[in-house]
């Protein structure tokens, strides 16, 4: 009996939830539809009213009239940092069976706001989407605010995502409420840099085999499968590249197809070029960056600089001139450890800077 009542329960909410616009909410609803709210990242529009997407890094911005805002997302959607105007950022969380609206801001001085929302984790499982805004009942949707013109992805593994950068003890391990992209080297950078950057990233993935899979490779679970769809693990839609193209594309793979002593090196860079000309025919006229580090050291850090330069040397004897490389200093602990040996907030910062000082240079970004 408790069983069936606790079902029901969840069956009324769900089905609240599907009507969205009569909400017993007081104040506006804003639909997702609206003109006026700004996405980035690779989002699934296949039902408008419920825009779906996995990526850390995926951005919901607009700007409003009013003295309050509420979010409204699918329940267990996952994590989201909020930023109203230009006060501090702060994390938002959709991790309730029945936390489908979460207050972003109370009294606000009457006037115009705005709202930046990131999502912070790796959505795969929970499978979040974002179900509109609420506004006063005299409150209005303005304009949107103006993109920097400076454009950037990132492809990359746990280290890009923020697996465990929240966390202060290596012994930890995978938790959503440790794990904060908003925090990476990857975002960091592109404020640094004024831009706005599109993510791929999913913690264990490889180039030719993900964490801990066999010497032969994981052809059905790598960067060079997942690129191609808009949604990691969902293969419904293609991702249409046209709809975003980078000046800019940093990639950091290769930790994990070299994390345990199971790896070919041949398969490995056979892997690499194949995948740098996949993101070459997508990205055209980007200046692509192959990254390496922080978490790899010894004679893997090796193998992995050695091969991603062999890489952009044949890049460049095949006529690709917009290839270049750049190492992170290896991490050693000094700024501490997040959960499982990842890279801490501090070791993000450090990589940070390091990162914006070389593409600075590089793209003439001063």
């Given amino acids: 009996m408790k069983r069936i009542k606790l079902l029901t329960l969840a069956t009324l909410a769900t089905l609240c939830m599907q009507a969205s616009t009569t909400l017993p909410l007081k104040g506006k609803v804003i639909n997702p539809t609206d003109k006026n709210i700004q996405y980035i990242g690779r989002i699934c529009f296949d039902n408008p009213m419920r825009p779906r997407f996995t990526f850390p890094g995926t951005q919901i911005n607009a700007r409003f009239t009013g003295t309050s805002l509420k979010m409204i997302a699918k329940p267990k959607s996952g994590f989201f940092m909020a930023q109203i105007d230009e006060a501090e950022p702060f994390k938002v969380s959709f991790m309730g069976e029945r936390d489908s609206v979460v207050t972003l801001a109370t009294a606000l001085p009457k006037g115009e706001h705005s709202v930046r929302l990131m999502y912070v984790i790796e959505g795969y499982e929970l499978k979040p989407d974002f179900r509109g805004f609420v506004l006063d009942s005299d409150g209005m949707m303005l304009e949107a605010p103006t993109l920097p ?35 990476t080297y990857a975002q960091i950078t592109t404020r640094d840099l004024n831009a706005v950057a599109h993510v791929v990233a999913r913690s264990g993935i490889g180039v030719y085999r993900h964490y801990g899979g066999p010497k032969t490779g994981t052809p059905e679970n790598v960067m060079t499968t997942e690129y191609e769809y808009t949604n990691l693990y969902d293969r419904s839609e293609r991702w249409d590249f046209s709809r975003y193209q980078p000046q800019l594309v940093c990639i950091n793979l290769g930790t994990n197809d070299l994390s345990t002593n199971n790896y070919d090196v041949k398969l490995f860079k056979q892997a690499w070029k194949k995948f740098l000309k996949q993101v070459r025919q997508h990205n055209p006229n980007a200046k692509i960056v192959l990254l390496c580090g922080s978490m790899l050291n010894g004679k ?20 690709d001139n917009e290839v270049y490389r750049f190492d992170f200093t290896p991490h050693t602990g000094s700024l501490y450890y997040g959960a499982d040996w990842h890279p801490s907030l501090w070791q993000h910062q450090k990589m940070a800077g390091e990162l914006t000082a070389f593409l600075r240079t590089l793209m003439h970004w001063f």
């Fill in 149 to 183: 013109e400076r454009r950037i992805e990132f492809i990359g593994n746990s280290i890009t995502c923020g697996y465990g950068n929240e966390s202060t003890f290596e012994g930890d391990h995978f938790e959503y409420e440790t794990e904060n992209h908003y925090l």
């Fill in 300 to 319: 893997e850090l090796e193998i992995a600089k050695n091969t991603l330069n062999e890489v952009v040397e044949e890049a460049k004897k095949d006529g």
